[in-house]
C-alpha cells in the first residue's frame, strides 16, 4: 500500500487537534433533507439560556472540545503507526461519535456575542467532514481507507479551522 495519502493526512489532523477541533452551526438541519438526515448527525437543539462570560466560556469550551480532541489523538496515533484496518476504522468511528456529542453540547451553549458565530462555523465545518469520515470508516480495503481519507483530507482542507479564533477569542492557549 501506498502511504501518500498519510503524511497529508497526519498533518491536517494534527493541525486540528492543536487548535482545539472542527466544528460549526448552532441552527442545524432546517432544510436538510431526510436521505442526508444521517449524515449530518444527531439533530441539534437551540441554545437556551443567556450569554456565559468570557472566563466561563473558556472553561467551558475546552471541557467540551476535550474529548474530541483525546478521540482524534487516537485516531493519528493509529494512522502514523498504521495499525490493522479494524483499528483505525474503529477510531474513526470514535471520532464521528465524538464530533457529533462536541457539536451538539457547542450548539445547547450560550456563547458570548463575539464568539457564538466561530462556534456556528465550528459546528458546520464539523458536519460538513463527517460524511467523508463515516465514508472511511465503512472501508472495507486498505485501498478504500486510502481513498475515503484522501476525500476527508479534502474537506478538511478547504475550511477555515475557527477552531485557533475561538481558543483567541477566549484567550486560550493555541489561538490564532
Sequence with gaps: MTNQWRKPVVVVLAAIVSCGGVVGCGTVRAGTDAAHASDMGPELHPRTGASMSLAEAAMTYERIVGP?????????????????????RKRIRELVAADDNEAQRLAEAWWPRDVAPLVDELIR?????????LAAAASETEEELELALDRVDTVLARQ???AGRIRAKLGLPGGD
Aim: aromatic share 6%.
Design 125 to 133: 465545518q464539523t458536519r460538513e467532514a463527517r460524511r467523508a469520515w
Design 160 to 162: 477555515s479551522s475557527p
Design 68 to 88: 474530541r480532541n483525546a478521540a482524534m489523538n487516537r485516531l493519528t496515533d493509529a494512522l502514523d503507526e498504521w495499525e490493522d484496518l479494524d483499528e483505525i
